[in-house]
């Protein structure tokens, strides 16, 4: 079955940190661009952050701009999400999401694999 596997997640402090790993299974991501969801209790999901196939384009929601840095090695096939700073309000499942033929974009939209999820915690 091919899906996407995240991990890294766990419970941290405030203003500790917590990095992400999004690896497919059963299928390479070179040719996919690669989206970081996460879902609160009680709140929609919300698009966190994407990258490009190359890597060369990256977006961020304006709540973790300057905290949160999404990046990729397709040498190791894996998708990062390294989350610095991290507040209460982070408390969520994070999903990691791949879309194919997108070229040189990224989106939060129609995604073709979906992971199961991480949780994060982010308390005292």
């Known amino acids: 079955q091919l899906q996407l596997v995240e991990s890294g997640g766990g419970l941290v402090q405030p203003g500790g940190s917590l990095r992400l790993s999004c690896a497919p299974s059963?299928?390479?991501?070179?040719?996919?661009?690669v989206s970081w969801f996460r879902q609160a209790p009680g709140k929609e999901r919300e698009g966190v952050s994407c990258?490009?196939?190359?890597?060369?384009?990256?977006n961020y929601a304006d709540s973790v701009k300057g905290r949160f840095t999404i990046s990729r090695d397709n040498a190791k096939n894996t998708v990062y999400l390294q989350m610095n700073s991290l507040k209460a309000e982070d408390t969520a499942v994070y999903y990691c999401?791949?879309?194919?033929?997108?070229?040189?974009?990224?989106?939060?939209?129609?995604?073709?694999?979906w992971g199961k999820g991480t949780l994060v915690t982010v308390s005292s």
């Open positions: 059963g299928f390479t991501l070179d040719y996919y661009a």
């Open positions: 990258i490009s196939r190359s890597g060369h384009i990256t």
């Open positions: 999401a791949a879309r194919q033929n997108l070229g040189q974009l990224c989106a939060y939209s129609d995604m073709h694999y």
